[in-house]
Structures are given as C-alpha cells and as structure tokens.
C-alpha cells in the first residue's frame, strides 16, 4: 500500500481541460501544479495550485489514514473559496487511484516510470445515473 502512495509524493506540473454540461465542450484550460507530502506515514498532504481559465483555485487535502475495513483511505479537502470536502480514495494492484465524493469521481492513472499521471474526473449528470466527462488532467513530474 505504502508503494502506492509513495508513487503520488512529489510536485507535479498540472495541465488540462474542464468540460462543460455537455462534457464534450471544453469551457477552461487548467495550469499549475499538484504537491504531495508526506506528514508521518499516516496522512498525505496535497496541495493544489492552479489556474482555471481566469480563476485562481487553491486547496489543500489531507488523505489518510487507510481504513483496513473498507479499503480505501478517507480524505478531506478544502479550497480558497471556503470549500470543504470528504471523500474516499482507494488503489488498486496496478496502483491506480479510484476518488469519489458528492456526486463526483476521478481515476488517477500514475505511469510505470513515475514520471506523469493522468486523472479523469466525471460528474453526474442531473438525471443522477449518466456521468460525464469534467476534468481531464496530466501531471508531470517536476
């Protein structure tokens, strides 16, 4: 478990799109970057520092511990516009990231040479059962 979360430590320079209602339009470019810590070996610090078209969006997410239990690690977010956010985020064998909250869902995808990831975030769509497309993300390490 402990491999999987070390493949997340680091800055990451961060770059993609955000999708509108449709999902197929993209409304925003997404640049800055993504940093995860380590505080103990318990919890993950990630910061977050982007660009969202003319939006300047920060938050800082706390994840851990890994609850044995239910396989998967709580976390909780919160951004620069008073934003607060639980979640859960689970890995599987291949290391990939599955993070789900509030009608939202991301797969993290780091590559084999821990060199770049890419994320894939959908949301629901108002029907409550359709999820599309809403940020498409590659990180690269720096």
Not at 50 to 55: F, K, L
């Amino acid at each position: 478990m402990l491999a999987a979360v070390d493949a997340l430590i680091g800055t990451w320079r961060t770059r993609g799109d955000v999708f509108g209602d449709d999902g197929v339009t993209v409304v925003a470019r997404v640049d800055g970057t993504d940093a995860y810590e380590w505080l103990g070996r318990s919890f993950v610090i990630h910061r977050i520092d982007v660009m969202m078209a003319d939006d300047h969006v920060e938050g800082i997410e706390i994840i851990g511990p890994y609850d044995a239990g239910e396989s998967a690690f709580r976390t909780q977010a919160y951004d620069n516009e008073g934003g607060i956010q639980q979640s859960t985020a689970a890995v599987d064998a291949d290391g990939v990231w599955t993070f789900g909250a509030d009608g939202a869902k991301a797969t993290l995808r780091p590559d084999a040479n821990g060199r770049e990831m890419n994320a894939d975030w959908v949301r629901s769509a108002d029907d409550g059962a359709t999820w599309l497309p809403w940020l498409r993300l590659n990180l690269q390490r720096t």
